[in-house]
T-cell receptor
Framework: EDQVTQSPEALRLQEGESSSLNCSYT??????LFWYRQDPGKGPEFLFT???AGEEKEKERLKATLTKKESFLHITAPKPEDSATYLC????????????FGTGTRLQVTL | NAGVTQTPKFQVLKTGQSMTLQCAQD?????MYWYRQDPGMGLRLIYY???????DKGEVPNGYNVSRLNKREFSLRLESAAPSQTSVYFC?????????????FGSGTRLTVV
């Protein structure tokens, strides 16, 4: 059974204080790993897809990396508008539509 | 650009009542999905439709039915609501089934069953 564990559950940062969110996964072969951002009362918003170990993708202050067992979402010099819940999901190779989501990391960035 | 539109946004049902959650997308996507999100649990797939005319069960299909009405619309029906179905329901769509370009989600329907 595919499993996704995200840590920490919640993270509070001051503006400009860089940090990383972790997504550990167990899946029999990985077709893709997804990162989403979810604001309160809204649906998740797609950020990145990573396909193979060593791959990195960046978007503004966010950089996602992937190893064979986990993915990191690095947040550099965060701003209050980066406050959200960040979700990770894995996609198995033979059931591409059946993503397994983690429970998310709730990030709060304060002034 | 509307994206994925879900109605209603909020609903309270009594146990045993039925209702249909509506979802429509305007991006000409082939695949559509229904998820539920509960506190402390990740998003869980209820049903999906890889293309118009097809539907398949996800992880938690019991108590639900779906209809892919056309390419744009995918509805979720609760025939006899139970308190365990209290949740936030999200509809999503993607260009193709399991697209690596990510899914576009609606803003959700918050359902309470009393």
């Amino acid at each position: 059974e595919d499993q996704v564990t995200q840590s920490p559950e919640a993270l509070r940062l001051q503006e400009g204080e860089s940090s990383s969110l972790n997504c550990s996964y167990t899946v029999s072969g990985l077709r893709g790993l997804f990162w989403y951002r979810q604001d309160p009362g809204k649906g998740p918003e797609f950020l990145f897809t990573l396909y193979s170990a060593g791959e990195e993708k960046e978007k503004e202050r966010l950089k996602a990396t992937l190893t064979k067992k986990e993915s990191f979402l690095h947040i550099t010099a965060p701003k209050p508008e980066d406050s959200a819940t960040y979700l990770c999901a894995v996609q198995p190779p033979r059931a591409a539509s059946k993503l397994t989501f983690g429970t998310g990391t709730r990030l709060q960035v304060t002034l | 650009n509307a994206g994925v539109t879900q109605t209603p946004k909020f609903q309270v049902l009594k146990t045993g009542q039925s209702m249909t959650l509506q979802c429509a997308q305007d991006m000409n996507h082939n695949s559509m999905y229904w998820y539920r999100q509960d506190p402390g649990m990740g998003l869980r797939l209820i049903y999906y439709s890889a293309s118009e005319g097809t539907t398949d069960k996800g992880e938690v299909p019991n108590g639900y039915n779906v209809s892919r009405l056309n390419k744009r619309e995918f509805s979720l029906r609760l025939e006899s609501a139970a308190p365990s179905q209290t949740s936030v329901y999200f509809c999503a769509s993607s260009e193709v089934s399991g697209s690596n370009y990510g899914y576009t989600f609606g803003s959700g329907t918050r359902l309470t069953v009393v």
